[in-house]
Structures are given as structure tokens and as C-alpha cells.
């Protein structure tokens, strides 16, 4: 038997499954894949039980239980004042993740190009790519990470099929602002380019900034894709739930796809999120100081090591310079702290196309306060 030669040549494990099974295999710290190392809120946990219990274990309309799909409606409204309607505009998917993939295949074709700014989220390229898209990168670099709009302006062509943003922005914890929103509706002003918004981090932003969705905009709401996931708001990331709001039109071709994926997301989660959301409306609005505290915390401790803080307004992600320490590339750099300092962290250039070195380290503050305190202890030691 030959087997084929692989579609992916490009493709590897992913550098969040590599890094999280060497904290594993060395007994390190893990801050490097994000995920909270404590639970959700209880009254989520134990519905989660009830609805098992009483029988909500088949399987769901294909668009999301209803009532997750109104409760999602309610929340655009509340916070982006945007009116959808949830039987055509909300789809719930197994994780944010799926969002993303259904909507870049349900759109992109071959040889249109998509516009990814770097670093990027590592699930978007290989999808434009399987799909024949082109991804066209525009770097961002520290200290801010900011987009130079002039260069998207120069980047766009009638073959400009997609821009996918991302805010509040993993890895490099940075949000977009008011006056990018300006300058993202005047770029695709009178042309078709759809957006793909991933804002799966919306309830996580600091300092008093406001998440600017794209869904408080109607031109730039009326071509988007807005995802986010339940993941990150409610500390459940192995649950994966999350979903996408986009125009009817949009909904029913990501629906085309999400109908041949995974068809449905688990019932009894939806339900429980659904009557937590109900019953808990402002719980997102906790997050912010839940995890500045959190930020803040690793931010202090870390004024007596030698690692330099960059800005974090938004995420559970704090990105440090390591250049007073090290000389190494970062994907080494990362090896070498994880056996001096017992951490793991992720390394910045995976999330670049052209491997870009910035001398930057991304740490996940999403943890209880002892691990923060432990990772301290390793990484002050260096
Ligand atoms: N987008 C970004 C920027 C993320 O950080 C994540 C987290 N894994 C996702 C999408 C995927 O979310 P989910 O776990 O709900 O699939
Ligand atoms: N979003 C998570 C992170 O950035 C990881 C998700 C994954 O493991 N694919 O760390």
C-alpha cells in the first residue's frame, strides 16, 4: 500500500499541543496553551449535570438549540446594539474553531486571496490554503503590534475575497480601537471583501477599553463573520462551544459546511449555557477585573526578573521580551526556559508566516494565583 503524499507539507503538531506535552513530560509550569487551570462558575458545572440528568442528550437542531440562539441574539443586542434574528443569524459550532473553518470554506475559493495580520492565529491559514486561497500576510511588530492601514489599503485587490482580524488579539494581547474600526470600513468600502472577526476574547478587555465588535457597525456588520466561544468567557475551553453571528445570506453558506463537519454541538452544554446566560446576564462583565487581577499579579512579580513586560490590554495573554536574557531564537528560547525556570510559554514566531524572531515570549495568565506565584519563582530565577 502506498499512502498518499500528505495535502499538508507545511503542516505539524501544533505548537500549543507540543509545548503543553513538555510541560507535561518535564513536571514544568504550563502558562504556554491557553486554558484556565480552575473551573467555571458552579451553578454552570452543575447544570451541566442536570441537563444530563434529564434527558437532553440527543442530538440538537443543526443551527443550536434555540434557546442558546436567542440568548446569543439578546447579547449582540445588549452590548454591540445590533439586532439579529436568532433562527438566521446565529449558528452554535463545537468551539470557535469550527466557526472559523465553515466560514473561511463556505467562501473562500481557489485563488482568492485573504489577508492575515501577523502574528496570526495559528487555524487560519491552513484553512484559506486547504480551501486554494491565498493568504497574503501583513505583519505586526512589537513594541505595539499596530496595523498600518495605509499597507491594507495598498494590499486589497479585486481578488481581496476576506480580511480576517482578531481582537482582543492572540498572541500579542493588544485590542483594536474606535478610530481601526474607521480605517477598516473606509478599506472595504465599495468592494465586496467579507471580514472574518474573531472575538472569541470580547468579555476579556482592560483598563476601561471597550471590545469595538464589528458588530456595532452596520457596514462593517452587514460582511462579517463575528466568532467567539463560550471557551474563554466561561473558563470551560474543553467544553468547545462557540458560534457565529453573519447576515442571513452568510449564515446559510457556513451552515452549508458546519452541516457536513460536525452537524450539531452537544446538547446538554447548550442548554446549560443558555439557562446560565439567562439567569446570569452580567457575568462577562466580572472577567475584566478578574483577570486585570490576574495580569497585574504576574506583571508585578515579574519587575524583578530580567524579562521586559509589553502591553496587555485585552486576552489572558502577556507577552514578554527575553532579549536581556537570551540571544536564542524563540522556539529555543522557549526549550531552554522550560529547563532552567520550570515554564513553559509559547514561542511567537509559529504565529508568523515568515517564522518572524521578536524576541518575544507569550505567557497565559489565566491560572490560580499559587501557579502565577510558582511560575514567578522560575522565571525570576533566570
Ligand atoms: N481564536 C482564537 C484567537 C483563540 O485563541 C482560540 C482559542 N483556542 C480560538 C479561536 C478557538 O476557540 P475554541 O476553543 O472555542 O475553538
Ligand atoms: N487558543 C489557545 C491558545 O492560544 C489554544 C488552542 C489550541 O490548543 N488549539 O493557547
Redesign the pocket.
Same mark, same amino acid.
Given at each position: 500500500m502506498n499512502y498518499p503524499e500528505t495535502k499538508f507539507p507545511n503542516v505539524g503538531l501544533t505548537i $500549543?499541543s507540543k509545548m503543553s506535552a513538555l510541560a507535561v513530560e518535564r513536571g514544568a509550569i504550563n502558562l504556554s496553551q =491557553?486554558f484556565p487551570d480552575y473551573d467555571g462558575p458552579q451553578a454552570l458545572l452543575d447544570s451541566v449535570a442536570l441537563q444530563v440528568a434529564q434527558g437532553h442528550n440527543q442530538y440538537a437542531p443543526m443551527t443550536g438549540m434555540p434557546q442558546l440562539c436567542s440568548a446569543i441574539a439578546k447579547k449582540v443586542e445588549r452590548l454591540y446594539g445590533r439586532s439579529v434574528d436568532a433562527n438566521t443569524e446565529v449558528t452554535v459550532t463545537? =468551539?470557535?474553531?469550527?466557526?472559523?473553518f465553515a466560514a473561511i470554506s463556505s467562501t473562500v475559493r481557489l485563488g482568492d486571496e485573504v489577508i492575515i495580520f501577523d502574528p496570526a /492565529?495559528d @487555524?487560519y491559514r491552513p484553512a484559506v490554503e486547504l480551501n486554494g486561497g491565498i493568504p497574503i500576510s501583513i505583519p505586526l511588530l512589537p513594541p505595539n503590534f499596530a496595523i498600518d492601514w495605509q499597507r491594507v489599503r495598498d494590499t486589497i485587490t479585486p481578488r481581496t475575497r476576506m480580511i480576517i482580524i !482578531?481582537t482582543p488579539? !492572540?498572541p500579542t494581547g493588544q485590542v483594536l480601537s474606535s478610530a481601526d474600526l474607521d480605517e477598516l470600513e473606509r478599506c472595504v468600502a465599495g468592494t465586496d471583501t467579507l471580514i472574518l472577526a474573531?472575538e472569541? /476574547?470580547e468579555h476579556l478587555v482592560f483598563d476601561g477599553l471597550e471590545h469595538q465588535s464589528v458588530n456595532r457597525r452596520a457596514s462593517l456588520a452587514e460582511r462579517s463573520f463575528v466568532?467567539s @466561544? $463560550? =471557551?474563554?468567557t466561561y473558563h470551560v475551553?474543553g467544553w468547545?462551544? =462557540?458560534y457565529c453571528v453573519a447576515p442571513a445570506p452568510l449564515s446559510a453558506e457556513l451552515r452549508k459546511v458546519h452541516q457536513y463537519v460536525t452537524f450539531n454541538t452537544h446538547t446538554p452544554l447548550q442548554c446549560a449555557i443558555a439557562d446560565f446566560m439567562q439567569a446570569e446576564p452580567d457575568y462577562p462583565q466580572t472577567l475584566p477585573g478578574f483577570f486585570s487581577a490576574k495580569r497585574d499579579r504576574l506583571a508585578r512579580g515579574l519587575e524583578q526578573s530580567r524579562f521586559k513586560l509589553l502591553n496587555s490590554s485585552g486576552?489572558y495573554f502577556q507577552l514578554v521580551d527575553y532579549t536581556s536574557i537570551s540571544d536564542l531564537p524563540d522556539d529555543q528560547f522557549v526549550v531552554w526556559l522550560l529547563e532552567q525556570a520550570g515554564v513553559a510559554a509559547i514561542p511567537l514566531s509559529p504565529f508568523y508566516a515568515n517564522g518572524e524572531q521578536t524576541g518575544c515570549v507569550r505567557l497565559c495568565f489565566a491560572k490560580q494565583d499559587e501557579t502565577i506565584d510558582q511560575a514567578l519563582e522560575g522565571l525570576c530565577s533566570i
Open positions: $500549543f =491557553g463545537p =468551539g470557535a474553531t469550527e466557526a472559523l /492565529y @487555524s !482578531n488579539h !492572540n474573531d472569541v /476574547y466568532v @466561544s $463560550f =471557551g474563554k475551553t468547545r462551544v =462557540g486576552t
